[in-house]
C-alpha cells in the first residue's frame, strides 16, 4: 500500500523560497504522476503540478514563473520549489500520486506552510 | 481557467438520508471528473474517479454520474461518518486542474 510522507519549512519569509519533499513508500515512481496541491481558507483547493518519472511537467499557469518541480528516483522522493513567496503562498501543501484519468490517491498528510516575517 | 461550481455550499441531513449534490463545469470536460470526501484536519481522500467508477475501497452508498459539465454525487443512506466537505475536480486537457469549492455535509 503506496503511502506518502512530505517535509519542508513550516515557516518562510516573503520573498525568500519555499521547499517541501515528498517520499513514496510502498510503491514505485514509475506509473504514476506527482502532483502538489494546496489548500488555503482564501482560495480553497488549487492544483499546483505535476512531474512523472521522466522528469516532465505540468504547472499551473499562474505559478509556472516561479515553480520548479523535480524528481529522485534514487530516493523515491519528488520535490517543489516555489520562489519570492508572499503571504498569498500560505497554505498547507500536500503531495499525492494521481493520473489524468483517474484522479489523485493517496495524499500526503499535508504540511502547513505559513509566509510570514 | 475552467471554473468548477458546487451546490449547495452545506447541506444539512438525517441519518439514512439520500443526499445528492452537484458540481458545474464552465465548459465540457467529458467525464474527467474526480470527487473527494475531506474530514477536517485531514487530507482529501479519492471517492470517485471519470465521473462515476468507485474507488476501491469506497463504500457502494457513494454513487456519482454525469459527463459534459453537470455532474451529481449521491449519498445513498447518510451515515454519522460521512460527516465531510465533498470536493469534484476537472483535470480535462485545459489546465490548470480546477477543483469546486466544496460542500459542507452535516447531520441534521
Known amino acids: 500500500q503506496v503511502q506518502l510522507q512530505q517535509w519542508g519549512a513550516g515557516l518562510v519569509k516573503p520573498s525568500e523560497t519555499l521547499s517541501l519533499t515528498c517520499a513514496v513508500y510502498g510503491g514505485s515512481l514509475s506509473r504514476y504522476l506527482w502532483t502538489w496541491i494546496r489548500q488555503s481558507p482564501g482560495k480553497g483547493l488549487e492544483w499546483i503540478g505535476e512531474i512523472n518519472l521522466g522528469g516532465s511537467t505540468k504547472y499551473n499557469p499562474s505559478l509556472k514563473s516561479r515553480l520548479t518541480l523535480s524528481i529522485d528516483t534514487s530516493k523515491n522522493q519528488f520535490s517543489l520549489n516555489l520562489t519570492s513567496v508572499t503571504a498569498a503562498d500560505t497554505a498547507v501543501y500536500y503531495c499525492a500520486r494521481g493520473l489524468q484519468t483517474v484522479g489523485a490517491s493517496p495524499w500526503g498528510p499535508g504540511t502547513l506552510v505559513t509566509v510570514s516575517s | 481557467d475552467i471554473q468548477m461550481t458546487q451546490s449547495p455550499s452545506s447541506l444539512s441531513a438525517s441519518v439514512g438520508d439520500r443526499v445528492t449534490m452537484t458540481c458545474r463545469a464552465s465548459?465540457?470536460?467529458?467525464?474527467?471528473l474526480n470527487w473527494y470526501q475531506q474530514k477536517p484536519g485531514k487530507a482529501p481522500t479519492l471517492l470517485i474517479y471519470?465521473?462515476?467508477i468507485l474507488q476501491t475501497g469506497v463504500p457502494s452508498r457513494f454513487s456519482a454520474s454525469g459527463a459534459g459539465t453537470d455532474f451529481t454525487l449521491i449519498i445513498s443512506g447518510l451515515q454519522p461518518e460521512d460527516v465531510a466537505t465533498y470536493y469534484c475536480?476537472?483535470?480535462?486537457?485545459?489546465?490548470?486542474?480546477?477543483f469546486g469549492q466544496g460542500t459542507k455535509v452535516e447531520i441534521k
Open positions: 465548459q465540457s470536460i467529458s467525464s474527467y
Open positions: 475536480q476537472q483535470t480535462s486537457r485545459s489546465l490548470p486542474y480546477t
Open positions: 471519470a465521473a462515476s
